[in-house]
């Protein structure tokens, strides 16, 4: 009797922590609408729209809070999107209630090519600063609003404030000294488009054609599809290609060793992000780092070695 | 698909304003089915003339004709000092009706279509709903060459932390200073009731003593816009003679207003030969600097001075230089240096 007692005390017990246990796994990396509705009431989550102020308060996903992108990557010392100064980020993240345990789901517009990366590069800022659990709405809110027609809200979220306690994870980031010292050790990967990788072409703000000696391509671009394929983009939006497709893209250029490790680059470590973000959270490889600086800073120092 | 000219039909069967038809205030011809018949005597902007909206509302219009958004007289007021009686003449004929003016902005810039700014327009704001407030659309285009992008940190640098914390135009300025209260003023400065930091920051309510201190020891030497402005600012330095040029830059010096405050000065693109093509010499050019007082849109919480004293004591960092200074700008520039004396220690 009293045997039963015991399994009928494990069995409540097992289904009370069922949903924790749950919760602890986290979201997908590359999440869904579909399963951020399913997890909308869960209290840990906090569901970050990227976009400027006006749009957020035009409507936005119910229950987001707004924190436009240019707060996670200001301008600095010449540089664009750079990394906030540490007391700044505790700053913003305390402001908008975000603890290293929260399970933070970044969106903003999929419109263009810059609002797609400014997504997983506030996604990298918030794994440096030592969140956990980040992950990324595929469609943003394009597809939520848009494609779905899924209730959006006016109603201004006031995120209650708390102090940030999280770790930095400053592994994260590599800065150039460290890049220049790992020339044909690690893998370097350009992020940018061909055309700029083989140095026909550069943006006006780096100084010269070329890419980091050594590096090889794998373009951001290709990680989106249009979606619904074929349809007018009025009509919805980029989603991230599936992982099997983004599996055998990075792997066709970074081979299969998650343990390998992996410098990203691009021309001012946004677009990079995105390449970041998949290597390291959706597809596993341990040991990946941005180059925030990225071809902006390379490029301004003579002696920084460029190829071809 | 550029869609920033289709009325939306629906509001046609909703929208008060359109009870009595399109041509209550853009004329023309209802009747007609040809394009060009209806189109006889069409007026695009109705309300550049205010007796358009004064029909229903008489008392916002009668404000708002006197206000320095609708007359511009900021504009005129802020540089005759400059002029001979003569000259002055000839501006007021030649440049600031002509050009000056035709800045001003219609009820409809603000409420129905984005302002067009150097030939370009942002079109309908909502499919022509006439709507109370969107600051992204109405005051980010008139003022989106310095303010705006500032304000939100796209101009380089971090958000305005107001901008940061969600907050837009209208959380700091009131609508009467866009309607105006009913009085001409010349200029903004004379409009009494304008936004200020301590409105909302009342010293001495600072969470940490380094704070306190800096704040009471600053009071009334320092702007604080002086020490909190975060990031360099648009500085046009050569326009209006058919030239311009812009640069990023942070000035510290006298306020030309106050010389006893310190600020944060932006290069006003007044240059001897601005008005050179009307035949206006400017005469008493010398009478104003060329660099002004800025309530720089850029506020952030911690800058590199309020981290370090050294920043200004020591380094001097942003402060207006004679080396700085433009080449064969005005005279009143040099009253505008301000050395910071090292702190005893």
Not at chain 1, 188 to 215: N, Y
Not at chain 1, 277 to 294: Q, T
Not at chain 2, 2 to 24: A, I, S, W
Not at chain 2, 181 to 187: E, R, V
Request: aromatic share 8%; hydrophobic share 35%; net charge positive.
């Amino acid at each position: 009797m009293k045997q039963f007692n015991l399994w009928k005390v494990l069995l409540v017990l097992f289904f009370i922590l069922l949903p924790t246990t749950l919760m602890a796994q986290g979201l997908s990396p590359i999440l869904s609408t579909d399963d951020l509705v399913k997890n909308l009431k869960d209290p840990n989550l906090v569901i970050v729209d990227i976009r400027k102020v006006e749009d957020y308060k035009a409507g936005h996903i119910p229950g987001a809070i707004g924190v436009f992108y240019n707060n996670w990557a200001p301008g600095k010392g010449g540089l664009q999107n750079e990394i906030p100064a540490d007391d700044d980020m505790m700053d913003l993240l305390s402001a908008n209630g975000i603890q290293p345990d929260s399970m933070v789901v970044v969106h903003g517009s999929t419109g263009t090519g810059p609002d797609r990366v400014n997504v997983t590069r506030v996604a990298w800022m918030l794994k440096y600063a030592g969140v956990q659990k980040v992950s990324v709405l595929s469609g943003g809110i394009e597809k939520w609003a848009v494609r779905e027609k899924r209730e959006l809200s006016t109603d201004v979220v006031r995120p209650k404030a708390k102090t940030y306690k999280g770790k930095f994870n400053k592994d994260v980031l590599a800065k150039k000294d460290y890049v220049k010292s790992q020339i044909g050790k690690v893998i370097i990967v350009d992020t940018r488009e061909p055309a700029f990788f083989s140095g026909q072409q550069k943006l006006p703000f780096v100084a010269k054609v070329g890419r980091i000696k050594g590096a090889v391509n794998l373009p951001t671009a290709q990680v989106f599809d249009k979606y619904p394929p074929g349809e007018h983009m009025e009509q919805c939006c980029w989603t991230y290609k599936d992982a099997a497709a983004l599996k055998n893209m990075a792997t066709g250029v970074v081979g299969n060793d998650p343990s390998k490790e992996i410098i990203v680059y691009c021309d001012s470590g946004r677009v990079a992000s995105a390449w970041w973000f998949i290597l390291s959270e959706a597809l596993g490889y341990k040991n990946v780092k941005l180059y925030d600086g990225s071809m902006e800073e390379w490029t301004k120092d003579e002696t920084d070695p460029i190829e071809p | 698909m550029y869609l920033g000219y289709v009325v939306d039909k629906d509001l046609l069967k909703t929208d008060p304003h359109f009870k009595m038809g399109c041509v209550l205030c853009h004329k023309g011809n209802a009747k007609e089915i040809k394009k060009e018949e209806a189109h006889k005597g069409v007026v695009k902007r109705p309300s550049d003339n205010l007796r358009s909206c004064m029909v229903c509302h008489k008392k916002i219009t009668d404000n708002y004709a006197k206000s320095l958004h609708y007359t511009t007289a900021g504009q005129r007021n802020g540089v005759m000092a400059r002029f001979s009686k003569e000259e002055l003449k000839t501006f007021d004929e030649k440049v600031f009706e002509k050009s000056c003016r035709s800045c001003h902005a219609s009820c409809g810039d603000c409420h129905v279509k984005g302002a067009p700014v150097g030939g370009i327009s942002i079109g309908l704001i909502k499919k022509h709903k006439f709507v109370k407030k969107d600051e992204g659309k109405t005051c980010a285009f008139c003022h989106g060459g310095r303010v705006y992008p500032e304000y939100t940190g796209e101009y380089g640098g971090s958000p305005d932390v107001h901008y940061q914390k969600g907050m837009l135009c209208m959380d700091c300025h009131k609508k009467m200073e866009f309607h105006g209260d009913g009085t001409a003023y010349a200029s903004k400065q004379d409009v009494k009731d304008r936004p200020a930091c301590k409105n909302c920051h009342k010293p001495g309510q600072e969470a940490k003593l380094t704070a306190q201190i800096a704040h009471r020891e600053h009071d009334g030497k320092v702007t604080c816009y002086g020490c909190h402005s975060g990031s360099a600012y648009r500085n046009c330095n050569d326009c209006h003679g058919g030239h311009s040029a812009a640069s990023p830059g942070m000035m510290l010096g006298r306020s030309p207003r106050d010389k006893k405050t310190l600020t944060t000065l932006r290069l006003i693109p007044t240059v001897r030969d601005t008005f050179a093509p009307a035949g206006i010499k400017m005469e008493h050019f010398d009478a104003l600097p060329n660099y002004w007082d800025t309530p720089a849109h850029n506020i952030r919480k911690r800058t590199d001075r309020t981290r370090n004293c050294d920043a200004c004591h020591v380094d001097r960092k942003n402060f207006l230089t004679k080396e700085m200074l433009i080449k064969n700008g005005s005279k009143a520039n040099d009253d505008l240096i301000f050395v910071p004396k090292p702190i005893n220690r």
